[in-house]
């Protein structure tokens, strides 16, 4: 039986064990309906370091920050709930300020949680949870799946964080719920219009940073506003850019040294201050002066431009490292969270005919293969367990390092037909068998190579 269909029936096993507990029941419950959801996503970080105007760029409009707990669900049309308390939630309409979106909750006195269903393919596989800045790690990670961690630099603060993220034994056994994002990328380099490449390089440091690593399981580089402009631009901020860019490169540099300059009333170009305040406020001076020689190298087009946009700006890249990572991994997200709540119920309420539901989530945390894989990945990663470099690359993309399908795992970058994955996975397993079979080879080497063995054997039936 799969992962999820065995912690599914612990949760309904344990349904029937605490049906005479109110609170128990309504716990067992909760976690009950949340296992057949999308995902839930937490966007947590330092105040100020953009968490709204990336929750934004993934839904593809942008809102209003809230100073609550905000969650994004796909829905059919726009709606707003605020939940206050215990009671029933108040909808609340959505209206514009500017360029955004904006939950009214004037008459609600105090919002615990606002909760936006929207029209937005990328909310059909996940719900995004945009997080206060002074909200705990327990309050964050209570409801979420995974987190999206954003920071400048990793410093100590959020090294903290991440370890308490993971402060708990099958959180441990089962790393597999973080992406750090360095955000306000455009901000590195003093804002060169080379910092989103030296944003990536920092990004890829960080994936090998021995105090990182066991944390989370990739570092990307996201420029939000930038983000945000690919998915949100408008036609009218598209010819004023246009207009600009009809500068001398040399002339329009002058003018962006800084806002007071670029919005100041000597402008080579007719062009209203209220307009330039708009860009900037929009796009950063970095953001317009990106753009502006975009269009200059002949991007010329709304479409040709949100298109490099989305490129440069590492909103594709992060977009990759959620499915990858989250959507991809439902199942097991999914379990995890269950087996946490599982343990929080055992823990608050001991029972003395919860015990084999105790033993039995110790033992799918220690045996399931897919928690076995994650350990491994996260050992190869933190270099806790070494295998040859030959041997390396390839164990972590069968563990499911840099996807779950067959195509990920077999690394094969064009739809392979069924004979092909077959014979590349059939070599697979003679490799790997020969590893896992040899007697000179280190013990953790061996271990490593007879969970590769049985990944390999899982994949076997999609093939015969």
């Known amino acids: 039986m799969t992962l999820d269909r065995v912690v599914w029936s612990m949760l309904q096993e344990a349904l029937a064990v605490y049906r005479d507990s109110p609170r128990a029941t309504a716990w067992l419950r909760s976690h009950v309906e949340r296992y057949t959801e999308p995902v839930r996503i937490a966007v947590a970080g330092r105040s100020r370091i953009g968490k709204s105007t990336v929750v934004s760029a993934l839904v593809g409009d942008e809102f209003t920050p809230q100073s609550s707990f905000v969650w994004y669900r796909g829905g059919t049309e726009p709606r707003a709930h605020v939940f206050s308390g215990p009671g029933r939630p108040h909808e609340v309409t959505i209206g514009r300020r500017g360029s955004r979106h904006h939950v009214e909750t004037g008459h609600v006195d105090r919002a615990d949680r606002v909760v936006v269903e929207w029209p937005a393919r990328t909310l059909r596989d996940i719900v995004l949870i945009d997080t206060p800045a002074e909200a705990t790690p327990e309050q964050v990670l209570g409801e979420a799946d995974a987190l999206l961690y954003l920071m400048r630099h990793v410093q100590d603060d959020d090294l903290k964080f991440l370890q308490s993220a993971n402060d708990h034994p099958i959180a441990r056994v089962a790393a597999v719920h973080t ?7 455009d901000e590195i380099g003093a804002g060169r219009i080379d910092a989103l490449s030296s944003a990536k390089q920092i990004a890829r440091r960080y994936r090998r940073d021995v105090a990182v690593q066991p944390l989370c399981q990739n570092v990307v580089s996201v420029a939000g506003l930038l983000a945000v402009a690919a998915k949100t631009l408008r036609e009218d901020e598209f010819q004023a850019l246009r207009i600009l860019a009809s ?104 029972r003395q005919n919860a015990r084999k539901l105790m033993a039995d989530l110790e033992r799918v945390v220690a045996s399931a293969h897919d928690f076995r894989e994650l350990r491994l990945v996260a050992a190869l990663q933190s270099g806790r367990t070494k295998l040859p470099a030959e041997l390396q690359a390839e164990a972590l993309r069968l563990a499911g390092a840099e996807g779950t399908s067959p195509l990920a795992r077999l690394g094969f970058e064009y739809e392979a037909d069924h004979g092909e994955l077959r014979e590349a996975l059939l070599d697979a397993l003679l490799r790997w068998q020969a590893q896992a079979a040899d007697v000179h080879a280190p013990n953790d080497h061996r271990k490593a190579a007879q969970i590769i063995v049985r990944t390999c054997e899982g994949l076997l039936p999609q093939f015969r």
């Open 247 to 350: 500068l001398g490169r040399e002339e329009l540099e002058d003018h962006l040294l800084s806002a007071d300059r670029f919005v100041g009333e000597q402008f080579p170009v007719p062009m209203e201050p209220a307009v330039r305040q708009a860009l900037l406020e929009r796009f950063g001076i970095f953001g317009v002066r990106l753009i502006t020689a975009l269009i200059r190298q002949g991007f010329d087009s709304q479409v040709k431009l949100t298109g490099q946009l989305v490129q440069r700006s590492g909103l594709g890249e992060l977009r990759d490292s959620i499915a990858i990572h989250f959507t991809e991994r439902r199942e097991i997200l999914k379990a995890r969270s269950a087996l946490l709540a599982l343990d929080v119920l055992f823990r608050m309420e001991p």
């Open 179 to 185: 992406v750090a994002v360095l955000a306000r990328a």
